[in-house]
């Protein structure tokens, strides 16, 4: 079955205890990328990757790193994770690389809570 | 800044009774507007692209349009499984890469 996989879905960690989240595709997509959705603010978008060792910034990057190392693996790092960062956090894949119109899959989402 | 609004934040819909969902927008270079769907717990999942003014899409009870400002979800008879929040998104223009700006949703109940 085609989907987006990320993992865990739910997580409760300490302030500054390094986490990492996982996501996984298996649709051979080129572009990723992670969004973090807050009640009222919609969804919005952390860092994305064009393909594989091409990441860049999105809207709020700040606190987050990731990597692509492979096509199909891009995981959320979060070296010193704050409670601002707790949050529900979607990882979403696409097709190609190019900035053509495509629909994003998205994941089942990770739920973050940073005491 | 590129933004985009939606409203209602929430409707409150008997079965039957059909409505409208805005999605408002103000960007610097349009490539696409989105619609998804998106239930308790889950992943939004896509219902519509529309990339023109006057163009529309239609999906069951589901039918979005679009002008050069707004969008709409029009839901005509809705069911009870037609409950979950509905967002859009709007695919901008820029020199590097993928640039999708979400608006906040609005969650819809459709009471039997």
């Known amino acids: 079955e085609a989907q987006v996989t990320q993992n865990p879905r739910y997580l409760i960690t300490v302030t500054g205890k390094k986490l990492t989240v996982t996501c996984s595709q298996n649709m051979n997509h080129e572009y990723m990328s992670w969004y973090r959705q807050d009640p009222g603010l919609g969804l919005r978008q952390i860092y994305y990757s064009m393909n594989v060792e091409v990441t860049d910034k999105g809207d709020v990057p700040e606190g987050y790193k990731v990597s692509r190392k492979e096509k199909r693996n891009f995981p959320l790092i979060l070296e010193s994770p704050s409670p601002n960062q707790t949050s529900l956090y979607f990882c979403?894949?696409?097709?190609?690389?190019?900035?053509?119109?495509?629909?994003?899959?998205f994941g089942s989402g990770t739920q973050l809570s940073v005491l | 800044e590129d933004q985009v609004t939606q409203s209602p934040e929430a409707l409150r819909l008997q079965e039957g009774e059909s409505s409208s969902l805005n999605c408002s927008y103000t960007?610097?270079?349009?490539?696409?507007l989105f619609w998804y769907r998106q239930d308790p717990g889950k992943g939004p999942e896509f219902l519509f692209t529309l990339y023109s003014a006057g163009e529309e899409k239609e999906k069951e009870r589901l039918k979005a349009t679009l002008t050069k400002k707004e969008s709409f979800l029009h839901i005509t008879a809705p069911k009870p499984e037609d409950s979950a929040t509905y967002l859009c998104?709007?695919?901008?223009?820029?020199?590097?890469?993928?640039?999708?700006?979400f608006g906040p949703g609005t969650r819809l109940s459709v009471l039997p």
């Open positions: 998104a709007v695919h901008l223009f820029n020199n590097y890469g993928q640039n999708f700006v």
């Open positions: 979403a894949s696409s097709p190609t690389r190019t900035t053509t119109n495509e629909k994003l899959f």
């Open positions: 960007v610097s270079g349009l490539r696409g």
